[in-house]
């Protein structure tokens, strides 16, 4: 069955700070994979995404995930955090074509200005 | 171009009821794929609908029931409603290509008392 972990459940960083979340993802076909995020108050927005080709995809606001194929992972990362930054990130894959995503538990990051 | 508009907001039922849930994808999406929020359980897929068809479904009891129009409004309904059915559902649409990503609403806060 297909799922997605994410193992920081709550991050706290002070600014300029680097940031790296950790998503494993569970599917052994063709996998879609995201970064979606959720500040306070807002609905959920997308960070990046990943499809095909170069394993390294950046998106919004500064932030970056690589994607290696054979750690299963898709690890979002961003060189200096934030205050704005804080928020809850949600990882999500799914299988090619099939939009329905399974969503990681999040990871709520906070940044001490 | 609007976004994903969910209607209503928030709705408060109590258990026994029945709640239709209501989602206007951005134009010129054909798909709407519904999401349950809650804070034990994350983020889980409820199902997806295109073109007025029921194209994917997640694991969730017959109580929880959609359908799309032609328009490509979809309603969402809940039967018999639970105490654990309280959540935030949410609402997104895309255009159902094979490499496209979601955009999710702001979703309806349901609380059964």
């Known amino acids: 069955a297909q799922s997605v972990s994410q193992h920081n459940h709550h991050v706290i960083l002070s600014e300029a700070a680097s940031l790296e979340l950790g998503c494993n993802y569970s599917y052994g076909g063709t996998v879609n994979l995201f970064w979606y995020v959720q500040y306070p108050g807002q609905h959920l927005q997308l960070l990046l995404k990943y499809f095909s080709g170069d394993p390294l995809v950046k998106g919004i606001k500064g932030f970056e995930a690589e994607f290696i194929k054979s750690k299963f992972s898709f690890n979002l990362r961003k060189p200096s955090v934030q205050w704005s930054d804080t928020a809850e990130y949600f990882c999500?894959?799914?299988?090619?074509?099939?939009?329905?995503?399974?969503f990681g538990t999040g990871t709520r990051l906070t940044v001490i200005p | 171009k609007a976004g994903v508009t969910q209607t209503p907001r928030y709705l408060i039922k109590t258990r026994g009821q029945q709640v239709t849930l209501s989602c206007s994808p951005i134009?010129?999406?054909?798909?709407v794929s519904w999401y349950q929020q809650t804070p034990g359980q994350g983020l889980q897929f409820l199902f997806e609908y295109f073109s007025e068809t029921q194209r994917n479904k997640g694991n969730f009891p017959g109580r929880f029931s959609g359908r799309q129009f032609s328009n490509s409004r979809s309603e969402m309904n809940v039967s018999t409603l639970e105490l654990g059915d309280s959540a935030l559902y949410l609402c997104?649409?895309?255009?159902?290509?094979?490499?496209?990503?979601?955009?999710f609403g702001p979703g309806t806060r349901l609380t059964v008392l």
């Open positions: 999500a894959a799914e299988a090619a074509g099939a939009n329905n995503l399974f």
């Open positions: 134009s010129g999406h054909r798909s």
């Open positions: 997104a649409s895309s255009f159902r290509e094979n490499y496209n990503e979601q955009f």
